[in-house]
């Protein structure tokens, strides 16, 4: 595997999923745990990231689509990685256009599911908090309006 570019490969998978493509975040984040020690299977599933965006070349992301202010989705699984932490992962929108993504393992070990949801709401709060701040006047007190959140209820693959 030394002479495989499988970390030019995961390189260039990293510049596109966080440049343009906000669908390949989890994939990438987990493929990219092996770059020291890849193997076959790895070098595999990258060439199957690289087959997907060539397939989805034609996805597009609209900007400004709804009225809806600012959205959060999140998502996080529970200890489903060999190290036994959780996987994080949210979308934050305004007016329908991605604004923030994060996609990370939890920095500590979730004892449950409902812990690491618990974990990763928190994160998207201060995420959604300084965005409020961001988008208001440096004087001017920040709006109280509400905030959707939308989470998954299943187990992310």
């Not at 490969?9 to 669908?23: E, F, K, N, Q, W």
């Not at 600012?70 to 060999?82: G, N, T, Y």
């Amino acid at each position: 595997m030394r002479d495989v570019p499988y970390q030019q490969a995961i390189g260039s998978l990293m510049y596109v999923a966080t440049s343009t493509r906000p669908d390949i975040p989890f994939t990438v984040a987990t493929l990219s745990q092996f770059m020291r020690n890849s193997g076959k299977v790895h070098l595999e599933a990258s060439k199957w990231a690289l087959c997907y965006l060539k397939a989805t070349d034609n996805f597009e992301l609209t900007l400004g689509s709804t009225d809806a202010g600012i959205e959060a989705f999140v998502d996080a699984d529970w200890a489903s990685q060999p190290h036994r932490h959780s996987m994080s992962r949210y979308m934050v929108l305004l007016s329908g256009g991605p604004v923030s993504l994060s996609v990370q393992k939890q920095p500590i070990i979730a004892l449950s599911m409902e812990e690491a949801e618990y974990i990763v709401l928190t994160s998207v709060a201060r995420e959604v908090l300084y965005l409020q701040l961001l988008l208001t006047e440096p004087y001017e007190p920040p709006s109280h309006n509400s905030i959707s959140v939308h989470w998954e209820v299943s187990v992310m693959h």
